[in-house]
């Protein structure tokens, strides 16, 4: 695991160390640099993790005409490895990026269909001064870009990019309402104008001044020949267990994040088959709401080494360097308590499991059902949801008995009960795309139109709402390859990345082996969501490895009780940093009068307006330290 960087094109004196120095965390361990005499500079911040001792990147094919660093791990490195020794390569070390080396010789631009991991992994092709960059199939390693003027810089992380006196800090107004929309901004745009992300997936070839961007592979959805249930659940096992196996390949031990629900705990299962102690962690919030014991209960029946880490009040003290490390707002101060948790993890080690990815292959978020329970009602008995018996039902049902059906652990309250109203009343008029969005955002468009101060209203759109690519597969697996191409990638792996990587801690991810993930979206939607079960063949795959309660268990999704927290000085106070009329005025987005009421309806306790107050204060904390330049810890 390292942190990646460079640029070609011109010169800038101290560049490259700048960079090296504010990516340190990424990769404390040592750095590498490669500089070539066509102006190519790249450089790298190794976390140590394969081949301890001379695994030192960058690496080379025999005639060093092939220039390899990464970010990530080749999980099937072994077995490549002896593959290229067969055809006649030498490798001078036994380091998963030295494959990536003696790989393009072989395979060319082509050597990516060969990798099984995570990476964002650059290689320099000396003769032909070409550089090329290759994001992993799922996104779990970021790399971003500036292309402009002649300049080319590339980095892990935006802030590495930043350090280039040539790139300027401005603020990319048309991310503002996708991330209120959905708390992130869709690839490729960033918070930065002229700076992107390269979508996962993607390689980018940079040669002669010129870049080209292009898909290596893509999810395929159909259905695969199994002749029986059980079938598939063998094979979805076998496959599991196998990248367990691939994912649990270091140098240096190995742990898991362990949250009680099915996906965490089939991972540490799959790890005590495979070693005799593992360390487990789990981190709760000491509210109504907390997993901790039954995170606590499984660990004691694994056998497990487990450690619990507390996210209270005080530590929203840490939000801005949070933020400083995401590189963008995210709208959600979860993003706390998994900083939290890898800081505590990384005390011990430097790798861990998690189980991110399941619940985007085999539908495990309570919107999936909700969704393809609408879709099959207004097929079935067409007007029964939007005009029919469900809408008037729903206006004429008190909060109190609505809210009992909530799956959300908060209270849905007038607002959410609103929401919900409108979602079912516009349905057949929407794209299932739009009906995705609709359904989970914070703030739909009457409400952002009305956040807006008067003359940034036209900033309210419905254009970044990424529409389905092809119309093939299920509808269930159209919904699912929406939030694999989305939300996925540029909320949920990112934020792992970003606080992980925040304190030098690789975090691996079983479910995202790509062979799974093309399992997955070939099975049936029966093998996924049958009935009120989620994850339907997950929960079978896993009967022989986790007490009946686990399997069965619903899942309670992972949320921060703000509202517990609301009160604290820690947290108002922040919020009279970021809320201020006088601050809101001076940012020019918002009507300050709009954040102002908003925030006092905060005394009614309903979820959505804690989650929207809380991403105006994200948002805001991010201008502040990369826009304004504030030291804000």
């Known amino acids: 695991m390292c942190g990646i960087f460079g640029f070609a094109g011109f010169e800038e004196d101290g560049?490259?160390?700048r960079m090296d120095k504010i990516l340190v965390h990424r990769g404390p361990d040592e750095r590498g640099r490669y500089c070539g005499a066509d102006r190519m500079s790249l450089g790298m911040r190794r976390l140590s993790i394969i081949d301890l001792q001379s695994g030192s990147q960058p690496l080379f094919n025999e005639d060093r005409s092939v220039v390899a660093f990464n970010n990530g791990e080749i999980y099937n490195y072994v077995e490549l490895i002896d593959e290229l020794t067969r055809k006649g390569h030498r490798f001078e070390t036994r380091s998963d990026t030295e494959v990536l080396a003696h790989g393009y010789e072989e395979w060319g631009d082509n050597f990516v269909d060969r990798l099984n991991g995570m990476f964002a992994a650059v290689i320099y092709d000396v003769g032909r001064k070409r550089l090329v960059l290759t994001r992993d199939r799922a996104g779990q390693k970021p790399v971003y870009y500036y292309h402009k003027d002649g300049r080319f810089i590339?980095?892990?992380?935006?802030?590495?990019?930043?350090?280039?006196?040539?790139?300027?800090?401005?603020?990319?107004?048309?991310?503002?309402?996708?991330?209120?929309?959905?708390?992130?901004?869709?690839?490729?745009?960033?918070?930065?104008?002229?700076?992107?992300?390269?979508?996962?997936?993607?390689?980018l070839v940079y040669m002669d001044g010129e870049v080209r961007i292009e898909r290596y592979w893509d999810v395929s959805l159909g259905e695969p020949a199994y002749s029986d249930d059980e079938e598939a659940i063998d094979a979805m096992e076998a496959l599991f267990m196998d990248s367990v196996r691939l994912t649990m390949r270091s140098d240096v031990p190995v742990g898991a994040y362990l949250s009680g629900g099915v996906d965490s705990s089939f991972i540490v299962a799959a790890m005590c088959r495979m070693s005799e102690k593992v360390q487990t962690y789990s981190i709760g919030f000491d509210s109504p709401i907390d997993e901790t014991g039954q995170a606590r209960q499984l660990a004691d029946h694994l056998g497990t080494n487990h450690t619990e880490i507390t996210c209270l009040p005080d530590d929203l003290n840490l939000l801005p360097k949070v933020v400083w490390h995401m590189d963008r707002p995210v709208g959600e101060p979860l993003i706390v308590a998994y900083y939290k948790l890898a800081e505590a993890t990384a005390r011990d080690l430097k790798v861990v499991l998690a189980g991110e990815g399941a619940d985007e292959l085999f539908a495990g978020y309570s919107f999936h059902k909700v969704i393809q329970w609408t879709e099959r009602y207004a097929r079935a008995i067409p007007g029964v949801v939007t005009s029919g018996l469900t809408v008037p039902a729903l206006r004429a049902t008190p909060v109190s008995l609505l809210n009992k059906f909530f799956v959300y652990p908060a209270f849905l309250g007038e607002k959410g009960k609103q929401r919900t109203v409108d979602y079912l009343a516009g349905y057949r008029k929407r794209t299932l795309a739009d009906n995705y969005v609709a359904l989970r955002t914070l703030w739909d468009e009457e409400d952002r139109r009305a956040l807006y101060a008067a003359d940034k209203k036209h900033l309210v759109s419905q254009d970044w709402i990424h529409q389905s690519r092809d119309g093939g597969g299920s509808f269930l697996d159209q919904l699912l390859k929406l939030q694999f191409d989305d939300w996925l990638q540029d909320f949920a792996l990112m934020r792992q990345d970003k606080n992980s990587m925040a304190h030098s801690l690789e975090?691996?991810?079983?479910?995202?082996?790509?062979?799974?993930?093309?399992f997955a979206f070939r099975l049936p939607g029966n093998l996924k969501v049958r009935g009120l079960k989620d994850k339907y063949i997950e929960r079978m795959a896993a009967r022989d490895y986790l007490p009946p309660e686990n399997t069965r268990r619903s899942k309670n999704p992972f949320y921060l009780p703000i509202e517990y927290f609301y009160g604290h000085k820690g947290?108002?106070?922040?919020?009279?940093?970021?809320?201020?009329?006088?601050?809101?005025?001076?940012?020019?987005?918002f009507d300050p009068a709009r954040v102002k009421t908003l925030r006092a309806r905060l005394d009614s306790g309903e979820f959505l307006y804690v989650k929207q107050i809380m991403s105006i204060v994200i948002l805001e904390l991010w201008h502040a330290i990369f826009i304004d330049r504030e030291q804000l810890w």
């Not at 300027?168 to 901004?185: F, K, Q």
């Not at 975090?507 to 093309?518: T, V």
């Open 507 to 518: 975090l691996r991810l079983p479910f995202l082996d790509h062979r799974l993930i093309e």
């Open 15 to 17: 560049l490259l160390d």
């Open 571 to 589: 947290l108002n106070d922040l919020m009279d940093y970021t809320l201020d009329e006088s601050r809101i005025k001076r940012r020019g987005y």
């Open 154 to 203: 590339f980095a892990s992380e935006i802030k590495a990019i930043l350090e280039s006196r040539h790139v300027e800090r401005i603020p990319n107004e048309a991310a503002i309402d996708s991330y209120l929309g959905l708390r992130y901004t869709p690839q490729p745009q960033t918070f930065f104008k002229d700076v992107f992300v390269l979508p996962a997936a993607h390689r």
